[in-house]
């Protein structure tokens, strides 16, 4: 028996030994969990960063709720939203926020005879679509927005993505913005109660429902709509301009925010003032604590800087649109003022 | 160890502790599912409180399903799976009767096997690729003949004209319907064919016998001899039908409408949990998702117990005859 026992207190012992000599390497890597949307970037950021440093990065796009659970539970480093926390939730959770990447929704059609570009719509109308108000694509209000072009007379079949997703938000917060009524009536969320259409699960699924739904309108991501060809509508913007979904546009919708003036970034960039602005733009958000224990803090804000000034080639590449630079210096003196750990402020300007 | 004085006394001490140990280890197996089942439970009840606390019953009554007012209500979700599984059943049991008779009846003996194996192996494909060929492949079918068709020629009839009309999208209460028609057709169909294989021999033989014709020996004898093995499977293929997630959440068109067209967009139970789980802020909402889970679990287990009390009738009124 005590042969066993000694046996027993020897194994645990060298488990512990080879647990002692594993952690190191371990307390290098930053976790995150969070929004599903930057997840590709994300996870590309993290490999090219582990190459270049040996500093690992675990992000779980496990959703915009899940990341802000998980940090405000503190199991994770940081936490990413699609949807941005309100003020008064940051300071109850000690919590900071700020923009990391910037994406858009663009709305596609599937009408007989137009081409990618070819109709025109603006925010009042899609609104008006997706209450049901609006039922034809021969609709006096479609043709006043659309003078050269013959409308069918056809039923429209309103597509939504059905699950919870920071592509409903943006687009529900836009049609809410310039829409009194779809405001009051529907109101804006990562999930509502659509009155009409029908639901498709994520953008592959919008996507493939519209293609084959004559008539139908859906919304997507821009990277979608890029890589796939579908016919987007442009659309009419704050200022009155028609605008193409371009990343020159998503850029100017984030370069013509004042983002100095939003107190914890809680800015949504959706119906931004400025000529060049595509209306449905929006950013990704990053979570972490104000004063915090975590020892990979510091490494996390380390990544977060690479990620700012050599990560942008990779953004564009993957079709996100990387922050104008002004933003980007707003972000990091907000590191250097309000980001603690151990209640001593860790980021020195550079 | 002693000198050995009374071999089988020690070794009966042994086995005896051996079956000691035996008996323990399968109490424990069946105690650590009763208690998983327990702590399910508890744990669905306590993470829907808030909610049902809200709602109170209005939560099972309602329709509005709306996560920007916080307003909760499980009816929408509630009818789409059960009109769902209804359609798959109506499909499914008939076309697994007819392959299970055809296999232990009339089949030729070299073609069973393989018929069987195919019929099993439908089983075996991950339910994400039944969502993915029913969005694909099956919808664009439905949404350019098959429901065109139907719309024009039921739509405009009277009662039976309800149940078809709106656009044709492809998609919808039908579609997830016929999805899971195709799901839960191998468990229905293999336990049929295992109670129609377990019929006495000398019962059909002494059928065959009299002068009977097949039908009427696989109605009056095959059949009668094997009611509580069919309700059995149904139950299988019920049970998998209400729960089955992902094939769903692709083709049942996700919205929270109740809608008398089997045309028109739905949703379910585990649909609506598995799109909006990941991105639900705020604790009604999360808590009116845990309490729709909570809800599946007392509709599967009241219809698992009425199977079981059914079963038990129809043992006792053949033990009567």
């Known amino acids: ?350 | 160890m002693s000198a050995i004085t009374l071999p089988y006394h020690s070794q009966l001490k042994r086995e005896a502790r051996a079956e000691w140990v035996f008996r323990g280890l399968t109490v424990a197996s069946a105690a650590l599912v009763l208690i998983l089942l327990a702590g399910v439970l508890m744990a669905l009840c306590y993470g829907g409180w808030p909610a049902l606390r809200t709602f109170k019953f209005g939560f099972l009554t309602r329709e509005v399903w709306n996560p920007v007012t916080d307003q909760f209500g499980a009816l929408a979700p509630l009818y789409g799976t059960v009109i769902t599984s209804l359609i798959a059943m109506l499909i499914a049991v008939p076309l697994a009767f007819g392959i299970a008779v055809f296999l232990t009846e009339t089949c030729p003996l070299w073609l069973r096997g393989p018929i069987a194996s195919c019929i099993e192996l439908l089983a075996a494909v991950p339910s994400i690729v039944f969502g993915i060929w029913g969005l694909f492949v099956l919808a664009p079918v439905l949404q350019h003949s098959v429901q065109p068709w139907l719309i024009g020629t039921f739509g405009d009839l009277p009662w039976i004209g309800k149940l078809f009309r709106g656009p044709p999208y492809g998609i919808g209460l039908m579609t997830a319907g016929l999805v899971l028609a195709v799901m839960v057709l191998p468990f229905i169909t293999s336990v049929m064919r295992e109670v129609f294989l377990a019929t006495p021999r000398s019962l059909k033989e002494a059928a065959y016998g009299l002068g009977a014709t097949q039908w009427e020996v696989v109605w009056d004898v095959v059949l009668s001899n094997s009611r509580a093995g069919i309700i059995g499977g149904m139950m299988l293929g019920l049970g998998r039908a209400l729960g089955e997630t992902m094939a769903v959440t692709f083709v049942v068109g996700n919205a929270h409408r109740i809608s008398t067209s089997l045309l028109a967009p739905g949703t379910t139970i585990s649909a609506s949990i598995a799109n909006e789980f990941t991105e639900a802020v705020g604790t009604l909402y999360t808590s009116s998702l845990i309490a729709l889970g909570l809800l599946l679990f007392v509709l599967t287990f009241t219809i698992i117990a009425a199977a079981r009390l059914l079963l038990l009738q129809i043992e006792r009124r053949g033990a009567r005859v």
């Open chain 1, 1 to 350: 028996m005590s042969k066993f026992i000694s046996k027993v207190t020897a194994t645990l012992g060298a488990v512990a030994l080879l647990g002692s000599a594993g952690s190191p390497t371990l307390a290098g890597d930053i976790s995150g969990a969070g929004a599903t949307f930057p997840y590709p970037i994300y996870a590309k950021w993290a490999e090219t960063y582990k190459q270049q440093t040996g500093i690992g990065l675990n992000y779980q796009s496990i959703g915009s709720g899940g990341g802000i659970k998980q940090i405000e539970a503190g199991t994770v480093t940081f936490g990413a939203s699609d949807k941005p926390l309100e003020v008064a939730d940051l300071k109850q959770n000690g919590l900071l926020q700020w923009p990391m990447i910037i994406g858009g929704v663009v709305p596609v059609v599937n009408i007989p005879g137009i081409k990618p570009g070819d109709l025109i719509l603006d925010g009042p109308t899609i609104a008006a679509i997706y209450m049901g108000d609006i039922s034809r694509w021969n609709d006096a209000a479609i043709q006043k927005l659309n003078p050269k072009l013959t409308l069918p007379k056809l039923d429209i079949a309103p597509v939504y993505r059905s699950d919870g997703s920071g592509t409903n938000f943006l687009f529900t917060n836009y049609l809410a913005k310039v829409s009194p009524s779809f405001s009051q009536k529907i109101g804006a969320n990562t999930s509502v109660q659509w009155p009409v259409g029908i639901g498709a699960k994520g953008n592959e699924g919008v996507a493939n429902q519209t293609t084959q739904t004559s008539g139908a309108i859906g919304y997507v991501e821009y990277a979608y709509v890029k890589q796939t060809g579908m016919t987007y509508a442009r659309l009419l913007n704050h200022d009155g301009k028609y605008v193409a979904p371009e990343a020159k546009a998503f850029q100017a919708a984030a370069a013509s925010a004042d983002w100095s003036k939003a107190e914890g970034y809680y800015l949504i960039l959706t119906d931004q003032p400025g000529s060049e602005s595509w209306p449905i733009t929006g950013a990704s958000f990053i979570l972490m604590h104000a004063d915090s224990k975590d020892a990979s803090t510091v490494a996390a804000l380390k990544f977060f800087d690479w990620a700012y000034r050599s990560g942008q080639k990779m953004a564009e590449d993957l079709d996100y649109v990387p922050l104008p630079d002004k933003v980007i210096k707003l972000v990091q003196k907000t590191w250097q003022d309000s980001l603690k750990v151990n209640g001593k402020p860790v980021w020195a300007a550079r």
